[in-house]
């Protein structure tokens, strides 16, 4: 015992070695992996494992939360950049249709050009002068290209202004909506005639219009072409408003050509009257003068002759109409002498184009019914 | 050079026998070291090379200055290691049975916590080990394995160098006084 107290170090090594043998021996010589010694492995792999597999679940899970964080930052960078792109087709397709739009008016307007009488010339809108109440704007066609100053300035919805100043590259009109624009205008259905002005808004007032003549909501207004500066029959707008004032009517026009911005733009250069558009061939849409040889006066709806506006005006024809009808000459009766009869129908009394022969004797004031059964 | 012995040996009687370590220590780093040989090479398989239940043998065996702790723990972790693989029980726990006992023995006789000397130690240990595993596996098991020293000289100088870190991190799970 003694000897083994003494070497115990040596001797447990040997111990632990020898036995460690025997089970390496055990092993060899069974040659049968059944006949194995499971134990010891099923104490190792039971004591391992679960270290293993916890240690897996956190690798695997550290590996995805890695590989969902890098995904996640190439989403991120792949949203910014779709983003980047969308931004830039917003833009391009902005630009394209302005581009498109700016075709279509181009085109619109050269169609007008070619049908239209009068020569125009077609500028562009290039700024806006200063102030809030002023109307006017800068076009870039200017005394070289041929435009002066009171020249009108058209779209083909409608008359636009006129040329106030006229510049080598540039020309200044003013435009309809401005307050000292002025313009003769006449209605489209009741032919009255009055003077658009502008109010300094989006809406322009027609003046002298007298309460006792008929304007309806929505009449169409034409240019009546004695203000000097707009040829006869462009549309100027459509009445809005319509009411009774102290001393006239107070009619509101919609300029027709100021919708949606101005752009591009007509000058007439050399201006050609043309008649006022029937009710039924009107478009609302687009307004094409119809070809030069066709421009001629447009018949009244009552197969009369068109008159002077006003009412002394009608009054005087329709006089004149009466003294024809029943041959009378105003102006050359004797006083006391019997006038003609001013209730007659003058449209159902046969016209007669030449006066008959006077009658010997005879009063040039009777009528001819009367004359005729005299004996 | 007298200072350098005098660091290197020291008093037998002062110090052996002295572990001043944690004891949930002495399960868990022996488990974290099987299960990073067993774990760590599926992924990188560079690392297979590093025997890290050698060099936890050769730690606690240098610490724990005392043979017979020595021989139980190599051959705890050595048939550990054994079974955990395919091969016979008993010839990594034979080879880390005598690797622990000497390496206690050493411990007793030297100041391990050298960094020189642990380099050594690490080195002729490893070499030692792997001569004693051939060894066994061509007497008793009968298998034909090659022996290229030169490839085992590098590998055993690369888990030296590797177990000179992993002293300096397993000091630090010492209990202090």
């Given at each position: 015992m003694d000897l083994l107290s003494r070497y115990r170090n040596l001797t447990v090594l040997l111990l632990v070695i020898f036995a460690q043998l025997i089970l390496l021996a055990y092993q060899v010589k069974s040659k049968d992996k059944d006949k194995d010694v499971p134990l010891v492995r099923v104490w190792a792999v039971t004591a391992v494992t679960p270290l293993a597999n916890l240690i897996e679940t956190i690798r695997s899970h550290t590996v995805d939360l890695a590989d969902n964080y890098i995904f996640l930052r190439d989403v991120r960078e792949q949203n910014q950049r779709i983003k980047d792109e969308i931004a830039r087709l917003k833009i391009d397709n902005q630009y394209l249709r302005s581009e498109l739009e700016t075709a279509d008016r181009v085109k619109t307007l050269s169609a007008f050009q070619a049908t239209t009488p009068s020569r125009t010339l077609l500028a562009r809108v290039i700024g806006t002068a200063p102030g809030s109440n002023s109307r006017v704007v800068f076009v870039d066609r200017g005394t070289h290209g041929g435009v002066m100053r009171g020249m009108a300035v058209i779209t083909p919805e409608g008359i636009v202004g006129k040329v106030v100043a006229a510049y080598p590259t540039a020309s200044q009109v003013l435009l309809l909506t401005d307050p000292t624009f002025s313009a003769g205008v006449i209605s489209q259905k009741h032919r009255v005639h009055g003077d658009v002005r502008g109010l300094g808004q989006s809406k322009c007032q027609i003046d002298y219009i007298q309460n006792e003549e008929?304007?309806?909501?929505?009449?169409?207004?034409?240019?009546?072409?004695?203000?000097?500066?707009?040829?006869?029959?462009?549309?100027?707008?459509?009445?809005?408003?319509?009411?009774?004032?102290?001393?006239?009517?107070?009619?509101?026009?919609?300029?027709?050509?100021?919708?949606?911005?101005?752009?591009?733009?007509?000058?007439?250069?050399?201006?050609?009257?043309?008649?006022?558009?029937?009710?039924?061939?009107?478009?609302?849409?687009?307004?094409?003068?119809?070809?030069?040889?066709?421009?001629?006066?447009?018949?009244?709806?009552?197969?009369?002759?068109?008159?002077?506006?006003?009412?002394?005006?009608?009054?005087?024809?329709?006089?004149?109409?009466?003294?024809?009808?029943?041959?009378?000459?105003?102006?050359?009766?004797?006083?006391?002498?019997?006038?003609?009869?001013?209730?007659?129908?003058?449209?159902?009394?046969?016209?007669?184009?030449?006066?008959?022969?006077?009658?010997?004797?005879?009063?040039?004031?009777?009528?001819?019914?009367?004359?005729?059964?005299?004996p | 050079m007298r200072d350098i012995g005098d660091?290197?040996?020291?008093?037998?009687?002062?110090?052996?026998?002295?572990?001043?370590?944690?004891?949930?220590?002495?399960?868990?780093?022996?488990?974290?070291?099987?299960?990073?040989?067993?774990?760590?090479?599926?992924?990188?398989?560079?690392?297979?090379?590093?025997?890290?239940?050698?060099?936890?043998?050769?730690?606690?065996?240098?610490?724990?200055?005392?043979?017979?702790?020595?021989?139980?723990?190599?051959?705890?972790?050595?048939?550990?290691?054994?079974?955990?693989?395919?091969?016979?029980?008993?010839?990594?726990?034979?080879?880390?049975?005598?690797?622990?006992?000497?390496?206690?023995?050493?411990?007793?006789?030297?100041?391990?916590?050298?960094?020189?000397?642990?380099?050594?130690?690490?080195?002729?240990?490893?070499?030692?080990h792997e001569l004693c595993h051939w060894a066994l596996v061509h007497i008793f098991v009968g298998e034909q394995l090659g022996f290229d020293i030169g490839n085992t000289a590098i590998v055993a100088l690369l888990n030296a160098l590797v177990g000179i870190s992993l002293f300096h991190f397993l000091d630090k799970l010492k209990e202090r006084n």
């Open positions: 008929t304007v309806e909501t929505g009449e169409k207004f034409y240019t009546s072409g004695d203000d000097g500066v707009f040829p006869k029959g462009l549309l100027a707008g459509t009445a809005i408003a319509v009411q009774s004032g102290p001393s006239s009517k107070q009619v509101f026009l919609d300029p027709a050509a100021l919708h949606g911005g101005l752009e591009e733009v007509l000058i007439i250069v050399e201006g050609v009257h043309q008649p006022i558009p029937d009710i039924s061939t009107a478009s609302p849409e687009i307004h094409l003068q119809p070809p030069a040889a066709a421009a001629q006066e447009t018949p009244r709806p009552d197969g009369q002759a068109e008159v002077a506006g006003t009412e002394a005006d009608r009054l005087r024809e329709k006089y004149e109409q009466i003294g024809a009808a029943q041959n009378h000459v105003f102006g050359t009766g004797l006083p006391g002498s019997k006038p003609p009869d001013f209730n007659a129908d003058p449209g159902k009394a046969p016209r007669k184009t030449a006066p008959p022969p006077p009658v010997a004797g005879g009063s040039p004031d009777i009528p001819p019914d009367k004359a005729a059964a005299r | 660091r290197i040996l020291i008093s037998n009687v002062r110090e052996k026998g002295h572990a001043p370590f944690r004891r949930w220590a002495f399960v868990a780093v022996p488990l974290a070291a099987i299960l990073f040989q067993v774990y760590v090479p599926r992924f990188f398989p560079v690392l297979s090379y590093l025997e890290l239940p050698l060099l936890v043998t050769i730690y606690f065996a240098l610490l724990r200055r005392n043979q017979i702790a020595g021989t139980l723990i190599g051959a705890a972790i050595g048939l550990a290691q054994d079974s955990l693989g395919a091969g016979k029980l008993g010839v990594f726990g034979i080879s880390k049975t005598l690797v622990g006992y000497f390496a206690a023995s050493v411990g007793v006789r030297l100041d391990v916590e050298h960094v020189f000397l642990r380099f050594i130690l690490c080195f002729f240990f490893f070499c030692f």
